[in-house]
């Protein structure tokens, strides 16, 4: 028999609003965002009920194919952490959901296509998947976001998004949990291409790290964390040549972005996840409970 588990997050504090998707799509409202060179862009959200607290439910055996981690409102009911979870908390900073651990290798991730968008243990080829080596920053997502596949980036090479919600790799000094919602302020982003496809990396940093009020922009990552920005590209171009497979690319001159960029580009995507939860664009496979 499967077990399960409900576990109250520490740290899993959403200081935000759940999504209330039905009343998105009726009437969008927006925050307001500006970037250096461009004209403001508007996040999408819109009111609900207070949600102090988000819950996990883990269902199934850590690292078994059935491994599934469910998020609960403070009601009891089963939430989307892709489309639940808020996005923006104002002030710049923005909801983090950890899907991989640092200094863990099992491939962790947001089950786009079930419902309610669990977290699981990735498989191919009837295997479950385990990068060949430790990650070491916390990995997952931004809620809330959607790289659109069919959406050219002229920017980057003309390439598709991944139909996946935006990555971030999270550098703080703290090993986050599956499922924890972290508050994060971002500070970079790297536009890797992976077979062919855009994956956007944001390089963040959890609010409640030392160092968090030292760091603002990608040059403050150089000097309070010199070489990390090297080794995040090197360890997503390279992860997965042990396997067989030629090495990622990046785009952007192979240099990471700044913060007004990376603001960007969850801005866009953001954006894209509106029009798919509004349903103005096919969402083929993909889960919008």
């Given at each position: 028999?499967?077990?399960?588990?409900?576990?109250?997050?520490?740290?899993?504090?959403?200081?935000?609003?759940?999504?209330?998707?039905?009343?998105?799509?009726?009437?969008?409202?927006?925050?307001?965002?500006?970037?250096?060179?461009?004209?403001?862009?508007?996040?999408?959200?819109?009111?609900?009920?207070?949600?102090?607290?988000?819950?996990?439910?883990?269902?199934?055996q850590p690292e078994s194919?059935?491994?599934?981690?469910?998020?609960?409102?403070?009601?009891?009911?089963?939430?989307?952490?892709?489309?639940?979870?808020?996005?923006?908390?104002?002030?710049?900073?923005?909801?983090?959901?950890?899907?991989?651990?640092?200094?863990?290798?099992?491939?962790?991730?947001?089950?786009?296509?079930?419902?309610?968008?669990?977290?699981?243990?990735?498989?191919?080829?009837?295997?479950?998947?385990?990068?060949?080596?430790?990650?070491?920053?916390?990995?997952?997502?931004?809620?809330?976001?959607?790289?659109?596949?069919?959406?050219?980036?002229?920017?980057?090479?003309?390439a598709f998004g991944d139909?996946?919600?935006?990555?971030?790799?999270?550098?703080?000094?703290?090993?986050?949990?599956?499922?924890?919602?972290?508050?994060?302020?971002?500070?970079?982003?790297?536009?890797?291409?992976?077979?062919?496809?855009l994956d956007w990396k944001?390089?963040?940093?959890?609010?409640?790290?030392?160092?968090?009020?030292?760091?603002?922009?990608?040059?403050?990552?150089?000097?309070?964390?010199?070489?990390?920005?090297?080794?995040?590209?090197?360890?997503?171009?390279?992860?997965?040549?042990?396997?067989?497979?030629?090495?990622?690319?990046?785009?952007?001159?192979?240099?990471?972005?700044?913060?007004?960029?990376?603001?960007?580009?969850?801005?866009?995507?953001?954006?894209?996840?509106?029009?798919?939860?509004?349903?103005?664009?096919?969402?083929?496979?993909?889960?919008?409970?």
């Amino acid at each position: 028999m499967a077990a399960t588990r409900v576990i109250a997050s520490a740290g899993n504090a959403v200081s935000g609003v759940l999504l209330c998707r039905a009343q998105l799509r009726a009437t969008p409202q927006s925050l307001n965002l500006s970037f250096r060179s461009t004209q403001k862009r508007r996040l999408f959200t819109c009111n609900a009920i207070q949600n102090p607290q988000v819950q996990i439910k883990e269902e199934g055996q850590p690292e078994s194919f059935d491994y599934r981690v469910f998020f609960l409102d403070n009601s009891g009911k089963k939430i989307s952490p892709w489309h639940d979870i808020p996005l923006h908390l104002g002030d710049g900073v923005f909801n983090f959901i950890v899907e991989i651990p640092k200094e863990s290798s099992a491939k962790m991730e947001v089950a786009t296509d079930e419902v309610y968008t669990p977290i699981k243990q990735d498989t191919k080829k009837g295997k479950l998947r385990y990068y060949p080596y430790n990650i070491n920053w916390n990995y997952g997502l931004l809620p809330q976001t959607w790289e659109d596949p069919s959406l050219a980036n002229t920017e980057v090479e003309g390439a598709f998004g991944d139909n996946d919600p935006v990555d971030v790799v999270e550098i703080g000094d703290s090993q986050g949990k599956i499922g924890q919602v972290m508050k994060v302020k971002p500070l970079a982003a790297l536009a890797m291409i992976d077979e062919g496809e855009l994956d956007w990396k944001i390089v963040a940093i959890s609010l409640d790290d030392p160092r968090a009020s030292l760091v603002n922009d990608v040059d403050d990552v150089e000097k309070h964390f010199p070489g990390t920005l090297t080794a995040i590209r090197d360890w997503f171009r390279d992860y997965k040549i042990p396997d067989g497979k030629p090495a990622n690319r990046f785009g952007l001159d192979n240099k990471p972005a700044n913060k007004d960029y990376a603001l960007k580009v969850i801005t866009e995507t953001n954006e894209s996840w509106a029009k798919l939860v509004k349903r103005s664009i096919p969402s083929g496979e993909l889960s919008l409970v």
